[in-house]
């Protein structure tokens, strides 16, 4: 099946600093990926749609300048937490779709990178 | 938003027993699907089911549908230690074929004894 990877997988920095999470699809050109947050025991939490050559699109009560999303090229997909705080440690999860099969079929389907645990001191 | 909400939150079970986990959800959709999340990893799809099923398998696996409760279960057949994980039913909205955007449930973890 179809790989995504992120990196990195961990991350420790100090509050104030910025942090880049890129998501990389590595067998398939995805013209949409995903970010999700997890927060322990919780759920994910759609953040927001990444969409290549174009702006993302954020879900209600996200940040767009907190968290900037680039979506530069087909595999790949970045998610920079600007001025970071110690709110902001959570398990990000980007996820991609593969264009390769017609709609709707090729919604139906999202493969998962293996997350980023952020942790902000 | 959050949609979906899941039961049990948490269920313990010996291996070789049956584990039946619930997804209920709020708005029409395209279909629904089941994923498998390892403690701190990320998420596996383990099965889909489009609006207009009512069932379907996948090896040990089986998952129903009931649009008109909007609700779906997954069962798990003769669980095994590795079945322990979290497990999260997801819905692709009516209006969200071509966006591909997902609502996850809360997730019912399970822990399989040995």
């Known amino acids: 099946g179809a790989v995504v990877s992120q990196h990195p997988s961990r991350v420790i920095c100090k509050s104030g600093t910025s942090v880049k999470i890129e998501c990389r699809s590595l067998d398939f050109q995805a013209t949409t990926m995903f970010w999700y947050r997890q927060f322990p025991k919780q759920s994910l939490m759609l953040m927001a749609t990444s969409n290549e050559g174009s702006k993302a699109t954020y879900e209600q009560g996200v940040e767009k300048d907190k968290f900037l999303i680039n979506h530069a090229s087909l595999t790949l997909s970045t998610l920079t937490v600007t001025s970071a705080h110690p709110e902001d440690s959570s398990f990000y999860i980007c996820s991609a779709r593969d264009p390769g099969t017609p709609l709707p079929a090729s919604g139906d389907t999202q493969y998962f990178g293996p997350g980023t645990r952020l942790t902000v001191l | 938003s959050q949609q979906g909400e899941e039961d049990p939150q948490a269920l313990s079970i010996q291996e070789g027993e049956n584990a039946t986990m619930n997804c209920s959800y709020k708005?029409?959709?395209?279909?629904l699907q089941w994923y498998r999340q390892n403690s701190g990893r990320g998420l596996v799809h383990l099965i889909l089911i489009r609006s207009n099923e009512r069932e379907k398998h996948s090896g040990r696996l089986r998952v129903t549908l009931d649009t008109s409760k909007k609700s779906s279960s997954l069962l798990i057949t003769a669980s095994r230690a590795a079945d322990t994980a979290s497990y999260f039913c997801a819905t692709l909205g009516r209006g969200s074929s071509n966006t591909g955007k997902l609502i996850f449930g809360q997730g019912t973890t399970l822990q399989v004894k040995p």
């Open positions: 708005t029409s959709i395209n279909n």
